[in-house]
């Protein structure tokens, strides 16, 4: 699933971060 942060999403899955799709 996915974590929202203030830098974006990261993936827990891949373990990687989406930039600016944070909440």
């Known amino acids: 699933w996915w974590y929202s942060t203030k830098v974006g ?3 827990l899955k891949k373990k990687s ?3 600016g799709k944070g909440c």
């Open 9 to 11: 999403v990261i993936d």
């Open 17 to 19: 971060i989406t930039m």
